[in-house]
Every structure is written in structure tokens, then in C-alpha cells.
């Protein structure tokens, strides 16, 4: 969610309205709207001062939910693969740099067409 959304759920979870925030966090009832409608978004330490009085830390505002989501895409290969697997390859990726890794798929690829080549098969 961007920051505007943030700020505006943690209000509505304090049960506080537009008017109580921008009064007790010193800043315009037209520009908490203005955040809130993610028309602009807040300067740190505005954000700080809505932090502070909705008792949220300001790294909360800031989260946004669609960074910590997986891609459709990837969620489809996990499927594919298998969470175990793709938990194994995970991890093993995270020793090597993007380099290593390329070359690493690539050998695999030339494995599987040797092997494809000795049994008959093509890919």
C-alpha cells in the first residue's frame, strides 16, 4: 500500500478522524487528504509526525504490500518446480553472483542435451 493508504488505515484502526490527526500531527486538514488520496506523498518529517501521534513506526507507513509480494510468474514456476526445490535452489543461488549462476543453468542445459543425445531424444 502506498504511504496515503497507510496512514489512512492506522487512522481508521485508531479510530481517529481526519480532523484529530492533522490537528495533533500540526499539519492541514487539506493535506492530510491530500496524502491520504496518494495525490502527493508525505515529507519524512511530516511522516514522522504522523508516525508519532498514530503510535505506528514510520517505516510501517512507508510499506508498501507490493514489494513483499511474489509475481505471478514466479509463484507459477514455484508450483512447477516444487516448493522444495525451489527452496534448495534458492539458496544454493544466493552463494553466486548473476555471472555464476547463468553459466551454472547453461551447464546444465548442455548436460541435458548430451544426455538427450545418447538416449535419442531432442529438446
Not at 26 to 54: A, C, F, M, Q, W
Amino acid at each position: 500500500m502506498p504511504a496515503g493508504e497507510n496512514i489512512q488505515k492506522y487512522r481508521n484502526l485508531k479510530e481517529m478522524t481526519k480532523e484529530e490527526l492533522a490537528m495533533r500531527a500540526r499539519i492541514g486538514l487539506h493535506t492530510l487528504e491530500v496524502y491520504e488520496s496518494n495525490k502527493r506523498s508525505p515529507e519524512l518529517d511530516t511522516l514522522l509526525k504522523i508516525s508519532t501521534v498514530l503510535d505506528v513506526p514510520a517505516s510501517e507507513l512507508m510499506e508498501n504490500e507490493e514489494e513483499h509480494r511474489i509475481d505471478e510468474e514466479l509463484h507459477r514456476l514455484i508450483q512447477q518446480v516444487g516448493i522444495k526445490r525451489s527452496k534448495l535452489l534458492l539458496k544454493k543461488a544466493q552463494d553466486f553472483s548473476e555471472d555464476e549462476v547463468l553459466k551454472a543453468m547453461n551447464l546444465l542445459y548442455d548436460l541435458k542435451v548430451e544426455k538427450n543425445k545418447k538416449i535419442g531424444l531432442k529438446i
